[in-house]
Structure formats: structure tokens, C-alpha cells
């Protein structure tokens, strides 16, 4: 009787609960989610077109291969000119972003971690100094810092013609910092040759150093050594050519630097605004990262009889990286978005670049298209490389 | 007789000052600055920079600064057609003096800045006893800044009703846009990234993909590029003859970019609730919407209170950018009077971007402060 009573109010409330079901619910809901987001992308795609003919514009990438006919005042490794395809702009372009990206995220992590360390000192002076720099550059616009650069302090330096001289044979005007460039002589391959073999050399060191520590204990001057073998092998290869490196001086004439090499004040201002601004960020996190390795680690540290230094270095900081990395990531992405920020002071970087294209041709999706896939890519890549990093240093648990 | 025969003293001594190195302010500088000879190094090291530096800010800031003037003739030297003796440096802050109003309101008539000023001071009056925890009236308050203000400010600011002119956005411009733009950016940015980052944990499939697509494509690629789309696609994606207002596109960009930030830093938040309080709820009985809504938000929000507050400093400084796309806010119109012939020389570029550079600091130091504030407030003392 039990069992019959019980079925039939089961089977009822089934039938009554099919609208309560949260699977069927979830179903419905995704379908029509599906339906609305199908509707729209057909809404849009049909008003692209039907706009496109409006304004007479064909779609797809092959105006790639036309004539740009703009130039690009910055193009250190492609040869272009206003004849090249708008192809080669775009990756004149990709090639300037990630050379500004690559030098800022190396200056940004170097003064970071100085800036960021810096607010743990027991100095009460560094420790404030350190805190006035971090406030300041994370609480304003980097568009700002970059404007302040270029417009507040490169611009109003001096002219070619009274630039100023620094050590070292540079020179710093408004069109820039020119700076002697090296030129390789007959024989110059060996010094080449010579830095590769002493990397491969410091790597092999490394390794032996290593095998040989955990078998006996003893300890071996790694970072000296690497020193002496990656400066050394080259200089000594210089030597037995005969020194056949020569620099090419930039040298003062009536109206501009002639020779030399140059950096422009567009690529420098954007190098340091982007350089400054990310590295209040790297040091907030770096100081986050050691703050948060316990306390516990650097007293069992010193009473095994580690002293300061060994304690920061072997104990403190491999803890600290692991924390470290994935903000740091981001922030070095951060970086490469930023530079973005060019296209204000006119840097060719690829959004500045795209830009124009974008203005002459009318093919703003395409180049939408192009600068998404750019970014993506980056983004994509570098968390790979990041995450490997970090794969790395990760805890090994037994 | 005498029976005081104690062995053990009943006087005391009086107690002794410690030794001169051990209190005050040298034993504070002992220990703050010259613990080490590597501390005194850069003790001297950091005095040194300090004593290099300071002297000639200071100097350029105040001393040597120009307060007020008629024309660009203050601001520069004889050789660079001006009245200050050769070889002066010092801020220009008579160029800031001159066209504040300007880089407060941008073109917004003049006659009509009564309109913003008011809409300034509701803005502060409802502002502050929010953020006041003692302040009463919680409820009724948010409810009037989020819903009502918004509505009185746009009827005030636009115009074109009750007999009040209409002042396009293309008139808009100043600190007017930065406010605006931050405050539309930031109301919307919050429930549309809590939306999304729910979606992203949701466990129909079809919702979590869209909502991981969205979010990756949008934190993958810089703001600029969203701004150039807004400006440049959304007309195309649009039926022919409808038209966006410029100012509004550049909104959507804005709210759009910070929303897929926020929803990664409210993702942080729901994935630090332990599991035991959604099953709890489960077994409460509580719907999908009501777990959410009283038990697993309110905490998650809470832990992720910094971050949330980071976005909107992020979005706030963000919205500089808003001048790629020839928008005129704070930094585009201070830097659009550079070019200015009245007030062009060598101190004004500098002079009018540390002004923005202090207008902008102000707001998002006072966040960031005031984030630090409420999390300790909040801290109820359930972190382990």
C-alpha cells in the first residue's frame, strides 16, 4: 500500500516539476541564448554588408598587397619606404611593438624589483622613497607619463646644434639619443663564435657544479665563472683577430649629428613612460610576493647557520618567484598592450601603423581583425612561455 | 634601637635614563638609518640624490613659478620673447590659471556651467555620506546616487528640456568627460562583470564559452583597439542611417574593457568561498539566485574588494585614452592647449601635464586609500 501511494505522488510530481527541472531549464535557456546570439551575428553581418556596398567597399584582405605610400620614420630592420606593400607596414609595425615591449619589460622588471625590494629595506629613507615612487606612477594614466616625456622633457631639450654631450661619445638633443654604433671589421665572425661557445660553456659549468655539490657538498663560483667564460671567450677571440671592432662616431656638424647610431624621441619616450609606469606595478607585486613567503622559512634559514645573503638567495626569493610569476605575467601583457599608447605620439608601432592604414583604405574590420589576432597571439605566447617558466619553479611535491 | 637590619634594600634607586644611544630620536636613526655600514651608505647615498634633486623642483614648482599672467610673455625668457631674465626655469601655472575653466568644462558654454556645477555638488552631497559607514540612510542613498542621480544628470547635463538649451557631447570636454565617463564606466562595468564572471562558472556549457570568449578576446587585446572598433565597426554593424553619438560609443569601449576585467577579479572572489557554503545553501533549500545572492556574493565581493577598487582605478586612468579617438577629457584638453599661440613656450607643455598628472593622482589615490579603509572595516576576522 505504502509503495502505491508513493509512485503515483513520485510520477505526479515528476510531470509537474518538467518546468522545474534545472536540466531541462538549463537547456532552454542555453538554446534560446543560442537563437538570440545567432540572431544578432546575423543582424550584424547583414547590416555590414548591406553598409559595405552602401559605401562601395570590397571586404578581405587583398588590399594587403597594395602600394602603402605613407613612410615610417622608425624602421630598424625591414628596409621599407613608401612603395612597400601595406603588408610590410603592418609588420614594420608587429617588429617596432615587440622591440619596444621586449626592452620596456626588461627595464620595468629591473627597476621593479629594486623599487619593490626597496620598500622592505630596514632603511627608513629608501623604504619612503620607494613608497613616494609607487604611489606616484601607479595613480596616474600611463598616456600621461608617456605625454610627459615626450612633450614636458624630450621636446624641450636642446637642438642638434647644442646638443648635449655625454659620457662616452653620446649625445642628447630634441631629435633624439645618438649614441656611437659598432662596426665589424674582417675577422669580427670569431668573437661571434666566441660568445656562443662561452654561453654553452657557462651552461655546462652550471651543470657540473651542480652534480658536484649534491655529491660532495662543496660549493663552486658559478656566476664568476660564467662571467669570465661569456665576456672573456669573445674579447679573446677580438684579440687574437687583432681587434677588428671599430665604432663609428656621431659627430657634431653645423646643423645635425652625422654618423652614429640614433634612437628617436618617440621610441625613447614611449620606452620610458612604459618602463617607469609598469615598474610601480612589478614592485608592488614583488613586494606582495616576499612579504609573502612565512617568516618561519628565514628563521629555520638562520638557525641552519645561513647568514643574510644565502638566506635571501636560497631560500627567500625561489619561494617568492612562485608567487610572483603569474601577476608579473600580466603585467609584462599589460606592458605590450600599452604600448599601444604610441599611436598618441606618433611611434610606428603596429596600432599607429594600422591606424593609417585604416584611415586610407576605409578597411576598418580587416585591420580590427589583424590587430586582434596580433595581440592575441602575443598574449597567447607569452603565458605559454610564463607558464613554463613557472612550471619551473614550482613546488616539486614529493 | 635600631632593627632595621634588612639584607635586602627597601629604597629603591631612581631609575636612570638609558644611555643617549638608546632613546629618541638617535636610537630611531640608529635603527632606521644606520644599522649597517651598508644601511649608512645608502642612508648617504639616498641624502645625496635627496639633496640633489629636491632643491630644484621645489624651486621649479614654487619659487620660481608663475602664478598668474596675462599671455605666454611670463612663462618664457627674453630670447624666446618673453620677460624673464635668461636661464629662468619654473612652472607656468598661469597657463593652468588662465584656461581652467577650460580644462575643467572643455567648449560646454559658458553661460551653461551652472548646469555642471550643480550636477557636481549633488554628485559630492550624495557621494560622501555614502561612503561614510556611519552616515544613515544607506539604502535610500545608493538607491538615489545609482537610479535617480543618474537621470537628473542627464536631463541637467544634456539639456534640451524645460527649457534648457541643448549642449551636445561633442561640447563636452575637461574633467567634465573624465567624471562622466568613469562614473557610467563604473556603475556598469560592476554587475555586467558580476554577470559575467557567474557565467564563466556557470555549468551550462554554452554560457560558460561565451562568457570565457568574451572575456579572453577583450583582456587579450589593448583598450585602444576596443575604442578604434567602437568608433570605426559599430557604425557598420549598425542598421544604414542609425547613428551612435561619439561620446556614447567611447562608453560602450569603456564599460565593455573594464567589465571583462572585473569579471576575472569577482572569478578570484567566488573561487576563494569554500565549498561548504554553497553545499550549505544547497541544503538550505535556497534557488540558484538566492545562494548567490545572500550567501556567495556578499562574501565574494567582500575578499575581492581591492581588486575591484584597482579596476576602477584602472578604468579611471583609462579613460585618458579616450583622446586617441579625438575626444577631448582632462589630458586631451590640457594637451590641446599646448598648441594654443597665447600660452606656447618651452614651461607650459610640462606645467599643464603636472597638473593632470596631480588632478588624476588625487582621485585615484583617494580610491585606493579608501579601499584600504573598508577592508580593514570589513575584516570580520575569518581570513586564516
Given at each position: 500500500m505504502a509503495s502505491?501511494?508513493?509512485?503515483?505522488?513520485?510520477?505526479?510530481?515528476?510531470?509537474?516539476?518538467?518546468?522545474?527541472?534545472?536540466?531541462?531549464?538549463?537547456?532552454?535557456?542555453?538554446?534560446?541564448?543560442?537563437?538570440?546570439?545567432?540572431?544578432?551575428?546575423?543582424?550584424?553581418?547583414?547590416?555590414?554588408?548591406?553598409?559595405?556596398q552602401r559605401a562601395n567597399l570590397a571586404s578581405g584582405f587583398g588590399f594587403l598587397d597594395g602600394r602603402s605610400g605613407f613612410d615610417i620614420s622608425s624602421s630598424p630592420y625591414l628596409a621599407y619606404s613608401s612603395d612597400s606593400t601595406y603588408i610590410k607596414a603592418l609588420w614594420v609595425g608587429i617588429l617596432n611593438t615587440i622591440t619596444v615591449a621586449f626592452v620596456g619589460i626588461i627595464t620595468a622588471t629591473?627597476?621593479?624589483?629594486?623599487?619593490?625590494?626597496?620598500?622592505?629595506?630596514?632603511?627608513?629613507?629608501?623604504?619612503?622613497?620607494?613608497?613616494?615612487?609607487?604611489?606616484?606612477?601607479?595613480?596616474?594614466?600611463?598616456?600621461?607619463?608617456?605625454?610627459?616625456?615626450?612633450?614636458?622633457?624630450?621636446?624641450v631639450l636642446p637642438q642638434a646644434r647644442?646638443?648635449?654631450?655625454?659620457?662616452?661619445?653620446?649625445?642628447?638633443?630634441?631629435?633624439?639619443?645618438?649614441?656611437?654604433?659598432?662596426?665589424?671589421?674582417?675577422?669580427?665572425?670569431?668573437?661571434?663564435?666566441?660568445?656562443?661557445?662561452?654561453?654553452?660553456?657557462?651552461?655546462?659549468?652550471?651543470?657540473?657544479?651542480?652534480?658536484?655539490?649534491m655529491v660532495t657538498g662543496q660549493q663552486f663560483p658559478v656566476g664568476l665563472t660564467a662571467l669570465a667564460l661569456i665576456v672573456g671567450l669573445p674579447l679573446l677571440a677580438l684579440l687574437i683577430k687583432g681587434f677588428p671592432l671599430s665604432f663609428d662616431y656621431p659627430v657634431l656638424g653645423s646643423f645635425n649629428l652625422k654618423g652614429g647610431a640614433q634612437i628617436g624621441p618617440e621610441f625613447m619616450s614611449l620606452y620610458l613612460a612604459l618602463s617607469f609606469y609598469t615598474a610601480s606595478f612589478i614592485a608592488e607585486i614583488v613586494r606582495a610576493g616576499i612579504r609573502g613567503v612565512g617568516k618561519g622559512q628565514s628563521e629555520a634559514s638562520h638557525a641552519l647557520g645561513l647568514r643574510a645573503g644565502p638566506t635571501t638567495r636560497l631560500v627567500i626569493v625561489p619561494q617568492a618567484m612562485r608567487i610572483i610569476i603569474p601577476p608579473l605575467t600580466s603585467q609584462y601583457l599589460n606592458l605590450t598592450k600599452n604600448s599601444s599608447l604610441a599611436v598618441a605620439i606618433g611611434y610606428p608601432d603596429l596600432v599607429a601603423v594600422g591606424g593609417t592604414i585604416l584611415n586610407q583604405t576605409g578597411h576598418s574590420i580587416e585591420v580590427v581583425a589583424i590587430w586582434m589576432v596580433v595581440y592575441l597571439g602575443i598574449s597567447v605566447l607569452t603565458s605559454i612561455f610564463m607558464n613554463w617558466f613557472n612550471a619551473r619553479v614550482a613546488l616539486v611535491e614529493r | 634601637m635600631d632593627n632595621n637590619l634588612s639584607y635586602v634594600r627597601t629604597e629603591m634607586l631612581q631609575e636612570q635614563t638609558p644611555p643617549?644611544?638608546?632613546?629618541?630620536?638617535?636610537?630611531?636613526?640608529?635603527?632606521?638609518?644606520?644599522?649597517?655600514?651598508?644601511?649608512?651608505?645608502?642612508?648617504?647615498?639616498?641624502?645625496?640624490?635627496?639633496?640633489?634633486?629636491?632643491?630644484?623642483?621645489?624651486?621649479?614648482?614654487?619659487?620660481?613659478?608663475?602664478?598668474s599672467g596675462p599671455d605666454r610673455s611670463v612663462c618664457s625668457t627674453v630670447a624666446q620673447g618673453g620677460i624673464q631674465p635668461e636661464g629662468w626655469s619654473g612652472a607656468c601655472w598661469a597657463y593652468v590659471n588662465a584656461n581652467f575653466s577650460q580644462f575643467m568644462y572643455g567648449p560646454y558654454p559658458i553661460d551653461q556651467h551652472w548646469r555642471v556645477n550643480i550636477v557636481a555638488i549633488l554628485f559630492v552631497l550624495l557621494l560622501v555620506p555614502l561612503l561614510i559607514p556611519k552616515a544613515p540612510y544607506k539604502v535610500a542613498n545608493a538607491i538615489v546616487f545609482f537610479f535617480i542621480f543618474?537621470?537628473?544628470?542627464?536631463?541637467?547635463?544634456?539639456?534640451?528640456?524645460?527649457?534648457?538649451?541643448?549642449?551636445?557631447?561633442?561640447?563636452?570636454?575637461?574633467?567634465?568627460?573624465?567624471?562622466?565617463?568613469?562614473?557610467?564606466?563604473?556603475?556598469?562595468?560592476?554587475?555586467?562583470?558580476?554577470?559575467?564572471?557567474?557565467?564563466?562558472?556557470?555549468?551550462?556549457?554554452?554560457?560558460?564559452?561565451?562568457?570565457?570568449?568574451?572575456?579572453?578576446?577583450?583582456?587579450?587585446?589593448?583598450?585602444?583597439?576596443?575604442?578604434?572598433?567602437?568608433?570605426?565597426?559599430?557604425?557598420?554593424?549598425?542598421?544604414?542611417?542609425?547613428?551612435?553619438?561619439?561620446?556614447?560609443?567611447?562608453?560602450?569601449?569603456?564599460?565593455?574593457?573594464?567589465?571583462?576585467?572585473?569579471?576575472?577579479?569577482?572569478?578570484?572572489g567566488l573561487q576563494a568561498i569554500p565549498k561548504g557554503q554553497y553545499e550549505g545553501a544547497d541544503s538550505l533549500g535556497l534557488s540558484y539566485w538566492q545562494k548567490t545572492g545572500l550567501i556567495i556574493l556578499p562574501q565574494a565581493l567582500k575578499l575581492?574588494?581591492?581588486?575591484?577598487?584597482?579596476?576602477?582605478?584602472?578604468?579611471?586612468k583609462d579613460t585618458s585614452l579616450v583622446t586617441v579617438i579625438s575626444m577631448f577629457d582632462l589630458l586631451g584638453t590640457v594637451k590641446q592647449h599646448f598648441a594654443d599661440a597665447n600660452w606656447a613656450s618651452p614651461q607650459t607643455p610640462i606645467s599643464g601635464l603636472i597638473f593632470a598628472g596631480f588632478v588624476f593622482w588625487i582621485f585615484c589615490f583617494g580610491m585606493s586609500r579608501y579601499s584600504i579603509f573598508m577592508e580593514k572595516r570589513l575584516d570580520k576576522g575569518h581570513k586564516r
Open positions: 502505491q501511494d508513493i509512485t503515483p505522488v513520485g510520477r505526479s510530481s515528476a510531470k509537474a516539476s518538467l518546468l522545474y527541472d534545472p536540466k531541462v531549464r538549463g537547456l532552454v535557456f542555453q538554446v534560446l541564448t543560442v537563437v538570440v546570439i545567432a540572431g544578432l551575428i546575423y543582424w550584424i553581418i547583414n547590416n555590414t554588408i548591406t553598409n559595405l629591473i627597476i621593479g624589483f629594486v623599487i619593490g625590494i626597496g620598500r622592505l629595506s630596514h632603511n627608513w629613507l629608501i623604504r619612503k622613497i620607494c613608497t613616494v615612487y609607487v604611489e606616484i606612477f601607479r595613480n596616474i594614466p600611463p598616456l600621461l607619463v608617456i605625454f610627459f616625456w615626450y612633450l614636458g622633457v624630450l621636446s647644442q646638443s648635449i654631450h655625454l659620457p662616452f661619445n653620446t649625445y642628447l638633443n630634441n631629435r633624439g639619443f645618438f649614441f656611437p654604433s659598432p662596426v665589424f671589421g674582417e675577422g669580427a665572425w670569431l668573437a661571434g663564435v666566441g660568445l656562443i661557445v662561452g654561453i654553452v660553456g657557462a651552461l655546462l659549468v652550471k651543470r657540473w657544479a651542480r652534480k658536484r655539490q | 643617549l644611544g638608546e632613546r629618541g630620536i638617535i636610537r630611531w636613526m640608529r635603527i632606521n638609518l644606520f644599522a649597517t655600514p651598508m644601511d649608512t651608505a645608502l642612508t648617504v647615498f639616498a641624502l645625496l640624490v635627496i639633496a640633489w634633486f629636491l632643491p630644484g623642483i621645489i624651486n621649479w614648482l614654487f619659487v620660481n613659478a608663475v602664478w543618474p537621470i537628473v544628470a542627464f536631463f541637467l547635463l544634456v539639456g534640451g528640456w524645460f527649457g534648457l538649451p541643448y549642449v551636445e557631447t561633442a561640447n563636452w570636454g575637461g574633467l567634465l568627460v573624465t567624471l562622466t565617463l568613469s562614473f557610467v564606466g563604473i556603475s556598469v562595468s560592476l554587475p555586467l562583470g558580476i554577470a559575467l564572471a557567474l557565467g564563466r562558472r556557470s555549468k551550462m556549457p554554452v554560457i560558460k564559452m561565451l562568457c570565457v570568449i568574451f572575456i579572453e578576446t577583450i583582456r587579450g587585446i589593448p583598450l585602444i583597439t576596443v575604442l578604434f572598433m567602437a568608433s570605426y565597426m559599430l557604425p557598420l554593424f549598425l542598421p544604414p542611417g542609425v547613428s551612435f553619438d561619439k561620446y556614447l560609443r567611447a562608453l560602450i569601449g569603456v564599460a565593455l574593457f573594464a567589465s571583462a576585467y572585473m569579471a576575472e577579479v569577482v572569478r578570484g575581492v574588494i581591492p581588486g575591484i577598487v584597482n579596476t576602477f582605478i584602472g578604468l579611471f
